[in-house]
C-alpha cells in the first residue's frame, strides 16, 4: 500500500512539473520593407497550440499543407489580428503563406503599398480566446528602433509605441 502510495505520489508530482513548465506564447514581428514599399508582418506560434486550436475548433485533426486547413487557418487570424490605421478603419492585410515545422507554425502578411506610419493600433487576439495564459508579443521595427507591445487576454488592442 505505501509503494502505491509513494509511486501515486511521484507521478502526480512529475505531472505538475510538467505542466509548470508549460506556456503559450506568440511572437509577431512588423516591419517596413523598403525595397516593396509594403509592410509585412510575420506572426510565430507554438505548432502544438495551432494544432489544438484547430482540432478543437474543427473536431479533426488539421494538416496546414492541405489549402481547406491552410483557409481554416486564414479565417481565424483575419478574425483574430488586425491592423488599424487612421479613423480605426482596418488595414488589408494580405495573406502571403503559411510554413510549419514541428515546433512552429510561422504565417506571412503584408499591407502592399502602405508605410508603416499609417498603422495606428494593433489588434491581436489570436489563441488568448482559446488559452487562457496566451501571451502575444509584437515588435514594431522602424529602421532598427523596435518597439514592443504586449497581449494577452486581457489586453486586445493597443496603440503603436
Not at 34 to 60: C, F
Request: a negative charge.
Amino acid at each position: 500500500m505505501k509503494r502505491r502510495l509513494a509511486l501515486g505520489a511521484l507521478l502526480a508530482c512529475a505531472c505538475l512539473g510538467a505542466q509548470a513548465h508549460r506556456f503559450h506564447a506568440g511572437i509577431t514581428d512588423i516591419s517596413f520593407n523598403q525595397n516593396t514599399g509594403s509592410i509585412e508582418v510575420v506572426h510565430t506560434y507554438m505548432a502544438h497550440d495551432i494544432e489544438a486550436l484547430l482540432a478543437n475548433l474543427y473536431q479533426r485533426q488539421p494538416d496546414l499543407s492541405d489549402p481547406h486547413d491552410e483557409a481554416v487557418l486564414r479565417k481565424y487570424i483575419d478574425r483574430q489580428f488586425y491592423l488599424l490605421g487612421a479613423g480605426q478603419a482596418r488595414l488589408p492585410l494580405r495573406w502571403v503563406g503559411v510554413s510549419t515545422s514541428v515546433e512552429s507554425v510561422v504565417i506571412y502578411q503584408e499591407v502592399e503599398k502602405t508605410p508603416l506610419a499609417a498603422v495606428a493600433r494593433v489588434h491581436d487576439e489570436v489563441l488568448s480566446d482559446f488559452l487562457p495564459d496566451q501571451v502575444n508579443t509584437v515588435n514594431i521595427n522602424r529602421g532598427g528602433a523596435i518597439g514592443t507591445l504586449t497581449f494577452d487576454r486581457t489586453i486586445k488592442e493597443q496603440a503603436l509605441p
